[in-house]
């Protein structure tokens, strides 16, 4: 029997050769490689300390992953400027990020954030360091945020009524629903504790070496692929995208389509949130209704790397 190239087939065993791509891509630890609330809540929140305590309680059970966060995001005391201030000199970006952006700018592949992290504070970050331009063709599915004026109180807008308060599995099942003709092929990127539940929804799906998401899917034998930086991405993407006539390299300036307001419908090739908050919020108020299976029933194919 001849080994399969890693990739020729998706992790629930389909040929991957000439699929639309779609990424989904974490924010925290993923893009960046800190974490914007943990910057946060350790300058202007519960301080380090007390965040350690209320993560470790998300690891125990003690605490829901909502629960804690809301507890976080509500010490914060700061406002969003002041705050901003504070991520740009702590973030560091993954330094083969922005090569890995204009490969799939130039090759026409929707990029979109998927994070548990707030709308307000994802989108500035982004203005700042890949410039409103490029910015703007990255969708950003996330909760959002009422932050006063003086920043005294912060309060998540949670996306679902669940206990994660962003469930990313629901969100990419929820994506699929949308699409018109064929559902891309799924690419997840993630690293950590809020992928968990997305992992067994990808078609291709990337772990961070080393850390949980990595480690989740050792333990529940899902196949994934590791990397250190975009660049081990990239490199591995290549297999999905050369050749493949949905993705031809253009140099043509991409556009980015929206759902309209009040539409659930996903043209091919787009992203699922655009630049503005509004229509993000157009397309993520459809989805309301838990139709994704049991995790279980998804948890199948051989691993490339485990
Ligand atoms: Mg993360």
């Given at each position: 029997m001849t080994a399969l190239s890693p990739l020729t087939l998706d992790n629930k065993g389909k040929p991957t050769?000439?699929?639309?791509?779609?990424?989904?891509?974490?924010?925290?630890?993923?893009?960046?490689?800190?974490?914007?609330?943990?910057?946060?809540?350790?300058?202007?929140?519960?301080?380090?300390?007390?965040?350690?305590?209320?993560?470790?309680?998300?690891?125990?059970?003690?605490?829901?992953?909502?629960?804690?966060?809301?507890?976080?995001?509500?010490?914060?005391?700061?406002?969003?400027?002041?705050?901003?201030?504070?991520?740009?000199?702590?973030?560091?970006?993954?330094?083969?990020?922005?090569?890995?952006?204009?490969?799939?700018?130039?090759?026409?592949?929707?990029?979109?954030?998927?994070?548990?992290?707030?709308?307000?504070?994802?989108?500035?970050?982004?203005?700042?360091?890949?410039?409103?331009?490029?910015?703007?063709?990255?969708?950003?599915?996330?909760?959002?945020?009422?932050?006063?004026?003086?920043?005294?109180?912060?309060?998540?807008?949670?996306?679902?009524?669940?206990?994660?308060?962003?469930?990313?599995?629901?969100?990419?099942?929820?994506?699929?629903?949308?699409?018109?003709?064929?559902?891309?092929?799924?690419?997840?990127?993630?690293?950590?504790?809020?992928d968990l539940a997305a992992a067994g929804q990808a078609d291709v799906l990337f772990a961070r070496q080393g850390l949980k998401l990595e480690q989740y899917c050792i333990k529940n034998k899902i196949p994934y692929i590791p990397y250190n930086s975009f660049s081990d991405i990239k490199r591995n993407l290549h297999v999905l995208v050369d050749g493949n006539e949905n993705h031809l390299k253009s140099d043509d300036s991409i556009t980015v389509s929206v759902a309209p307001s009040g539409s659930s419908s996903i043209p091919p090739g787009s992203n699922y949130g655009s630049g503005s908050s509004s229509d993000e919020e157009s397309v993520s108020s459809l989805h309301s209704i838990e139709k994704r299976p049991p995790l279980r029933s998804m948890l199948s194919g051989v691993a490339y790397a485990v």
């Open positions: 050769a000439g699929r639309p791509i779609a990424i989904f891509s974490d924010f925290d630890g993923t893009i960046f490689m800190q974490d914007t609330g943990h910057i946060l809540f350790d300058h202007h929140g519960c301080g380090p300390e007390k965040r350690e305590y209320l993560d470790e309680s998300i690891s125990t059970g003690e605490k829901t992953f909502r629960g804690a966060s809301e507890e976080m995001w509500g010490s914060l005391h700061v406002t969003l400027d002041e705050g901003f201030k504070t991520l740009k000199s702590h973030l560091v970006m993954d330094d083969g990020f922005k090569d890995f952006f204009n490969y799939t700018t130039q090759h026409k592949i929707p990029f979109n954030v998927i994070s548990a992290g707030l709308k307000p504070l994802l989108r500035h970050v982004l203005d700042e360091t890949m410039g409103e331009e490029q910015s703007a063709r990255i969708g950003i599915v996330s909760n959002d945020a009422k932050i006063t004026e003086d920043g005294s109180v912060w309060t998540p807008i949670w996306r679902h009524d669940s206990e994660l308060g962003h469930d990313k599995a629901q969100s990419i099942q929820d994506y699929k629903d949308s699409c018109v003709g064929e559902i891309p092929l799924i690419v997840f990127i993630g690293d950590g504790v809020s």
